[in-house]
């Protein structure tokens, strides 16, 4: 499985963007980035999804290189709401062991008023 | 449901005891996660079902830790002879298959041995 790596934590403040960058150098060919959020006292939530380029959705975009050694996560003017831990994974969407659902530390993101 | 469910929300288990978590997935989803996730700290996998193939334990910390899944559908995570350090919360996940990846957790069993 393709090892993930990102920042232990940032902080930011309302109405900034905030962008969380992942490296995951040895990712596969058929591997998929996948992002959650976890809030304090709740299970982890899936927010977004990507293969390459750039995906959108009505909570982040997903920004990927063409090389896919990396992955930036896009926050666009966050609120309070929004602290969270985030978490980058990737694999192959169509199972595998573990099913490919293996979480690292997560970034914690703390947005400041 | 609309969820995945879990139960209970919290336990509380004198060190020793043994106790289960149980766990409802989605209607429909073949592969099914539990981890383990304690204060502060990220998730634990430990075990993993998909459709009627084996689980894969390979995230079980110990013999003590067994889970079963009955006709693909309700999990149950069973902790035997429970110790302090197995104070965490509990989470369950479910997903469609071939989209393993966006997965649905539930609220967790918040477990305290005491």
């Known amino acids: 499985l393709a090892k993930t790596t990102q920042p232990i934590s940032m902080d930011s403040y309302e109405g900034q963007e905030v962008n969380i960058t992942c490296s995951h150098n040895?990712?596969?060919?058929?591997?998929?980035i996948t992002w959650y959020q976890q809030f304090p006292s709740q299970g982890p939530r899936f927010i977004i999804q990507?293969?390459?380029t750039k995906v959108t959705n009505e909570v982040a975009s997903l920004f990927i290189p063409a090389d896919r050694k990396s992955s930036t996560l896009s926050l666009p003017r966050v609120s309070l709401s929004d602290t969270a831990v985030y978490y980058c994974?990737?694999?192959?969407?169509?199972?595998?062991?573990?099913?490919?659902?293996?979480f690292g530390k997560g970034t914690k993101l703390s947005v400041k008023p | 449901g609309a969820g995945v469910s879990q139960s209970p929300s919290n336990k509380v288990t004198e060190k020793g005891k043994d106790v289960e978590l149980r766990c409802d997935p989605i209607?429909?989803?073949?592969?099914l996660y539990w981890y383990r996730q304690s204060l502060g700290q990220g998730l634990e996998f430990l075990i993993y079902?998909?459709?009627?193939?084996?689980?894969?334990k390979s995230g079980l910390p110990s013999d003590r830790f067994s889970a079963e899944r009955t006709g693909g559908s309700v999990s149950t995570l069973t902790i035997q002879r429970t110790q302090q350090e197995d104070s965490a919360v509990y989470l369950c996940?479910?997903?469609?298959?071939?989209?393993?990846?966006?997965?649905?957790f539930g609220q967790g069993t918040r477990l305290t041995v005491v």
């Open positions: 079902f998909q459709g009627n193939s084996a689980p894969d």
């Open positions: 990507g293969y390459k």
């Open positions: 996940a479910s997903s469609h298959p071939g989209e393993i990846l966006e997965a649905f």
């Open positions: 994974l990737v694999g192959y969407p169509y199972g595998g062991s573990q099913g490919n659902l293996i």
């Open positions: 040895n990712i596969a060919t058929n591997d998929y």
């Open positions: 209607s429909g989803h073949t592969a």
